[in-house]
């Protein structure tokens, strides 16, 4: 078995059943945990529609905060929505979903996804370079922060490194490519990645506690 034989295969189906069985390790063991009995009058009835609300403003920045964090979330969005355009709107992708979906959807032009990776990965540079020369930031990143970082650059550099070639073999690359993504896939689960998942139940929990103590969300 060679290399790109191997990423296709194993690595990328082991890689798989982690990011499955780890994202409902991690959610499952977050919503079990036993919640402190709460015997005050609840000011507003809390529920579905406070967690909904909160996932929604959330997305935004409150008014006080919005110059300073103006920066941030900009490189943010721009990585993001690279990230997932990059992801999930490139053809060759978008092939490989419907290999085992059974279904397509349409694609963006390959220049525009090379763009677009070209920004994300410039934008995440920004962000990091930003966590290494803001003091407070940087003393709260811990190991997570940056592994996690490396893990979501990884694979867009070395997806963009197929097209770029330099002069090394296309199945070489690609394997690196998929192995990336695999390493991905892998660590997803279990550092802050977990956001992916966790930050619409973090966000709802917010917005559902709030609601109960009568805050204005
Ligand atoms: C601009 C960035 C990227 C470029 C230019 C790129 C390019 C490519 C190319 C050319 C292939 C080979 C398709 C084929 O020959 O079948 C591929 C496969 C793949 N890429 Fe990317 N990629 C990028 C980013 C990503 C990212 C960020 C992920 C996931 C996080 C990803 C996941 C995959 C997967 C799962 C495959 C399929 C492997 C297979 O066929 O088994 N790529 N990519
Ligand atoms: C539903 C999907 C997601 C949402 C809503 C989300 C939301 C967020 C938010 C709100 C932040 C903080 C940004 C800030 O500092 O202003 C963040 C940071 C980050 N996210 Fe996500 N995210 C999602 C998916 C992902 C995925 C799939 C990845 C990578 C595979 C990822 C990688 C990162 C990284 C590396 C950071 C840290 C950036 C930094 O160093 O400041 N996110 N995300």
């Not at 970082?149 to 490194?161: C, D, K, R």
């Amino acid at each position: 078995m060679d290399l790109l034989e191997f990423a296709k295969g194993p690595a990328l189906q082991v890689a798989a059943y982690i990011l499955v069985a780890g994202s409902i390790w991690r959610l499952v063991g977050i919503l079990l945990l036993k919640e402190k009995p709460d015997f005050s009058e609840p000011r507003q009835s809390g529920g579905l529609l406070a967690a909904l609300k909160v996932i929604y403003t959330r997305s935004f920045t409150a008014s006080p905060f919005k110059r300073a964090t103006l920066y941030p979330k900009m490189m943010a969005y721009v990585m993001h929505l690279g990230l997932f355009a990059v992801v999930f709107l490139f053809v060759p992708h978008i092939m490989f979903f419907e290999g085992f979906l059974g279904f397509e959807w349409p694609g963006l032009p390959n220049s525009v996804i090379f763009f677009l990776g070209v920004a994300a990965v410039v934008s995440g540079i920004a962000l990091l370079v930003r966590r290494i020369t803001n003091p407070v930031l940087r003393l709260i990143s811990n190991f997570d922060d940056y592994f996690s970082w490396f893990v979501t650059l990884f694979p867009i550099v070395t997806g963009l490194l197929i097209s770029v070639r330099m002069g090394f073999r296309y199945e070489t690359l690609l394997a690196i490519h998929i192995l990336s993504v695999a390493l991905l896939m892998i660590w997803l689960p279990f550092g802050k990645l977990g956001h992916t998942f966790l930050v619409f139940v973090t966000r709802g929990t917010t917005g559902m506690v709030f609601e109960r103590r009568g805050a204005k969300t």
